[in-house]
């Protein structure tokens, strides 16, 4: 399985060429901000996402994606 991870600072297109390259390449594709922060109406400060809630989004990825992992 093809893994790709991407990192940069705020606003540089991580999330853009990230889902670009799941498109293109056929891969699953996890934001992270989806699963660490509430949403926000414009203008509004991000508020952290209760961590037992991104971990239930997380195992849901995991499983919907059939995401394996090395030994």
Do not use: C, Y
């Amino acid at each position: 399985m093809k893994r790709i991870v991407i990192f940069g600072n705020s606003g540089s297109g991580k999330s853009t060429l990230a889902k670009q390259l799941s498109q293109n390449e056929g891969l699953a594709h996890l934001d992270l901000d989806l699963i660490a922060w509430l949403t926000a109406a414009d203008g509004d400060i991000p508020t952290r996402m209760p961590v037992s809630e991104s971990k239930q989004k997380l195992v849901s990825f995991i499983i919907t994606e059939r995401v394996s992992f090395p030994a």
